[in-house]
T-cell receptor, first 111, second 114 residues
Framework: GQQVMQIPQYQHVQEGEDFTTYCNSSTTLSNIQWYKQRPGGHPVFLIQLVKSGEVKKQKRLTFQFGEAKKNSSLHITATQTTDVGTYFCALHRTNAGKSTFGDGTTLTVKP | DAGVIQSPRHEVTEMGQEVTLRCKPISGHDYLFWYRQTMMRGLELLIYFNNNVPIDDSGMPEDRFSAKMPNASFSTLKIQPSEPRDSAVYFC????????????FGEGSWLTVV
């Protein structure tokens, strides 16, 4: 089956520091999505990456899709307390109806 | 749109009792997913439906779990009999047809089995 590794599992940062989470697949992907789950909440879609080498930005968040379409990263610049939560990548392969979610990276931010 | 609607939001039940979780997907969405989330096991896909038909139930833990989707606007996940290890947050999610389309999660049903 499809393998997905997301690292790190936990990250504690001081407010203002940067944060990066990585997602790696054992197979080539058709696209990848990122979701954020606030404490006590439900996963909410952030973005989808489709093209090899694609880079997308949402304010302080930068998302990258690897050239080989097997890995992706989410980088947050100058974290704020509102960034706390768990960030999941979700992998899609061609002709797959379901997505495979990574284990998530839980971010805590010290004010 | 109201989003994916789940009920109950919270349930506390005694071991051995039957639990039924309900879900109303977003209108027009062809896929419906049931996930379970725990600290130990993370977010697990239990089963998913496409056009009301179960496609993959390989994530269903055991025979105590069953899921149905009698029509496009309603699905249930049933646990009978429930056990303390079933305590978790159960999310229902839906998405439209098309590869990689956004998955919309409900707010979850928080189940505690004592």
């Amino acid at each position: 089956g499809q393998q997905v590794m997301q690292i790190p599992q936990y990250q504690h940062v001081q407010e203002g520091e940067d944060f990066t989470t990585y997602c790696n697949s054992s197979t080539t992907l058709s696209n990848i999505q990122w979701y954020k789950q606030r404490p006590g909440g439900h996963p909410v879609f952030l973005i989808q990456l489709v093209k090899s080498g694609e880079v997308k930005k949402q304010k302080r968040l930068t998302f990258q899709f690897g050239e080989a379409k097997k890995n992706s990263s989410l980088h947050i610049t100058a974290t704020q307390t509102t960034d706390v939560g768990t960030y999941f990548c979700a992998l899609h392969r061609t002709n797959a109806g379901k997505s495979t979610f990574g284990d998530g990276t839980t971010l805590t931010v010290k004010p | 749109d109201a989003g994916v609607i789940q009920s109950p939001r919270h349930e506390v039940t005694e071991m051995g009792q039957e639990v039924t979780l309900r879900c109303k997907p977003i209108s027009g969405h062809d896929y419906l997913f049931w996930y379970r989330q725990t600290m130990m096991r993370g977010l697990e896909l239990l089963i998913y439906f496409n056009n009301n038909v179960p496609i993959d139930d390989s994530g269903m833990p055991e025979d105590r779990f069953s899921a149905k989707m009698p029509n496009a606007s309603f699905s249930t996940l049933k646990i009978q009999p429930s056990e303390p290890r079933d305590s978790a947050v159960y999310f229902c999610a839906s998405r439209p047809q098309g590869l990689g389309n956004t998955i919309y999660f409900g707010e979850g049903s928080w189940l505690t089995v004592v």
